[in-house]
């Protein structure tokens, strides 16, 4: 049983620790699982990161910015997921394609169907089975960031409010558009109903995949 999932949402929406936190309940229940986050997760992609985040490059183009961040993606899922997902093994994805749609495409305006273009050569047309929506509001999400020291921020995270409200608004409008992918919840909940909510879809999914076989 191979299973891809992929966890995607704002600034400040808790999704890396809830998906380490998943991670840490499937792995208890037997199962091989890999965690790769993006931009990054080979040397390729690190090195690539390094690049695309770095504040230092405010010179950097938008069609740079996008094929830096699908370079990183094509590395990674040729090297590490599609191998790892043959072998029968989970893999649990911080932010995949929709980021690229949601901060580049709706973020910076772009157009969407280029986007689709380009990041379906770039995976080969891996899709994951399913996507968990972190979904918070803006000023909550950009507080909790703000915690930590503003010089740390990167590239994004630097850019203005009303960016990341587009953001946002694009996750939700292409959750709404595909809900049998998507499953949204609300990250300004509790941390514990979050993960039970995610570990209810996530072992539905397997329950669903074991009947089939
Ligand atoms: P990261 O430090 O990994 O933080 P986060 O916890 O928010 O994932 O930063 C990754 C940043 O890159 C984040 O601001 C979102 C952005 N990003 C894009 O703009 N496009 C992309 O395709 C990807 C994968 C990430």
Redesign the pocket.
Known sequence: MSLFITFEGP?GSG??TQLQALRGYLEGQGFRVYAP???GGTRIGDLVRNIV?NPEYTEMQPAAEILL?SAARAQLVGQEIRPRLAQGQIVLC??YAD??LA??GYGLGLDLQTLRVITAFATGGLQPDLTFLLDVPVEVGLARKRGQDANEW?R??RRQREYHERVRAGYREMAEADPARWCVLDATRPFDDVQAAIRAEVNRLISGLSEVR
Do not use: A, I
């Open positions: 600034e999704k890396t986050r993006e931009p985040l961040f911080d932010r980021s690229t901060y580049q990167n994004m995270e």
